[in-house]
């Protein structure tokens, strides 16, 4: 007979998204179990690029990116890329990517994102305010750069969006570009600032930070993967990596780009894949940084953090088992010193996380279709961080049975059929 234990609660996975969900559920006078194998914080939420990025409104799946994407995948280290032997796999993602791309869905999208966005940042307020954690934010603005008025005029859509939902950001040039951020190569004439931009310090500080606070209040942390999940009468069953079992009233998955093979246990098939990112941290002092600088071009940010300064973005579509290939943050390094010709690039520690990516660029945050005792929390793609604490409140909305902050039917499992009305 295998040893079962029980909880109310299981969150699978202690990403920034898990442990945030854990401290918005510690005080519901239920059992919260938060279950990861490895220190909080150690996958994708460990080494992204700290941006809050509230005003990130557009989503990935837009009529840009499809010509854009083109392009960028003739430059084999360049900021988009494909492995051949993954095309296959990921062709159902990309068809539906496409799909979301299209007129009748990518306006509702982008409301969409704004719903959770606006959400996003007064619930990130309050969650930092309750955990004490205020300390860990700073706001010094992201400057976009762009070579030639012609690439800043082609960015154009996006300050339409911006204006719309009341953005605040300021056009640069010249003298007022070079005092924004001293020692920019002089191919960089147009930027774009945007003041209300927040990074936080340290990422994995954070999202530790608040699992800590959640543990405080009475979550325990498990430290198991979950093998598989089972349906098993009002609640479900979850099969640990050393074969015991864990019955729990209810479930959440965060597991971040791991999540779909948990939610195929309760029969319901999402297509959850991975864009993988790369980055280089480099010692602080590597540059005089005076805020985060985008190279929306060059699909890479530059930011100034506590932990150092951090090179990186790209996406590569490779899958979760492939080996990473660490040319690909040099590469960006290289472009980085070219742009910024006063960067250190010595003494830089390079990494990949896997962003768990949904083709139309929103999360799932819902009940399952199949078994309403499983909660699914995941996809954020590149917006995990800044939509953690909105995705942390929503979810306790959702298990506590209480009128969700924000309209959920956009983020709902069942909203990827390819061709007719959604439902
Ligand atoms: C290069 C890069 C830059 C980025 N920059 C930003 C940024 O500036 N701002 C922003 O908002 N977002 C950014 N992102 C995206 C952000 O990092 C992710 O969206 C976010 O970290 C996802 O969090 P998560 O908790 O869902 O996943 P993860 O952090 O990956 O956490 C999932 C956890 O689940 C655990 N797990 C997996 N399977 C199991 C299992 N079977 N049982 C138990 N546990 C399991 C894993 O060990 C892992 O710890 C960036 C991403 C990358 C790669």
């Known amino acids: 007979m295998m040893e079962t234990s ?54 990935l799946a837009s009529p840009r990116i499809i010509r854009q994407a083109l392009r960028w995948l003739a430059d084999p280290l360049g900021p988009l890329s494909l492995a051949p032997s993954y095309l296959l796999p990921v062709a159902p993602w990309l068809l539906q990517l496409w799909r979301a791309s299209l007129p009748d869905r990518y306006p509702a999208n982008i409301r969409a994102q704004v719903a959770l966005m606006q959400l996003a ?22 400057l976009e750069v762009y070579e030639g008025a012609h ?16 953005i605040e950001a300021q056009v640069l040039q010249g003298a007022d570009l070079a005092a924004r951020q001293p020692g920019l190569a002089p ?45 098993s009468g009002q609640g479900v069953r979850l099969i640990l990596e050393d074969g015991r079992l864990l019955q729990a009233g209810q479930v959440v998955v965060a597991a971040g780009a791991h999540s779909r093979q948990l939610a195929q246990g309760v029969g319901d098939r999402i297509p959850l894949d991975t864009e993988r990112g790369y980055n280089t941290t480099l010692p602080p002092d590597a540059l005089d940084l005076r805020q985060q600088i985008t190279f929306s071009d060059h699909g890479f940010v530059v930011s100034p953090l ?19 290939n660490y040319q690909r943050a040099q590469a960006m390094l290289n472009k980085a010193k070219a742009f910024l010709p006063d960067l250190d690039t010595r003494d830089g520690t390079p990494w990949m996380g896997f962003r768990p990516s949904l083709p139309d660029s929103l999360p799932i945050i819902a009940r399952s279709p199949r078994h309403p005792a499983v909660v699914y929390a995941f996809g954020h793609g590149h917006l995990g961080l800044t939509q953690s604490a909105a995705t942390a409140r929503l979810v306790r909305d959702i298990i506590t049975q209480n009128t969700p902050a924000i309209d959920l039917h956009p983020y709902r499992v069942q909203r990827f059929s390819l061709w007719g009305k959604r439902t």
């Open 6 to 59: 029980s909880c109310d609660i299981a969150i699978i996975g202690g990403g920034i998204i898990g442990a945030s969900c854990a401290l918005a559920l510690a005080d519901t006078g239920q059992q919260v179990v938060l279950i990861e194998p490895q220190d909080l914080a150690s996958g994708a939420s460990k080494g992204n690029a700290g941006a809050l990025a509230f005003a990130d409104i557009l989503p």
């Open 121 to 142: 940042q007064t619930e990130m307020d309050a969650l930092l305010e309750n955990a004490g954690l205020q300390s860990h934010l700073h706001t010094q603005g992201v």
């Open 151 to 166: 690439r800043l005029q082609a960015a154009q859509g996006t300050a339409q969006w911006r204006d719309r939902y009341g």
């Open 187 to 231: 191919r960089f004439t147009h930027g774009v600032y945007i003041p209300g931009w927040r990074n936080v310090g340290d990422p994995q500080a954070l999202g530790q930070a608040i699992g800590q606070c959640a543990q405080s209040r009475g979550v325990q942390h498990l430290r198991q993967s979950v093998r598989w999940l089972q349906a």
């Open 306 to 324: 506590r932990c150092g300064i951090r090179v990186g973005g790209a996406v590569e579509l490779a899958g979760l088992r492939r080996a990473p």
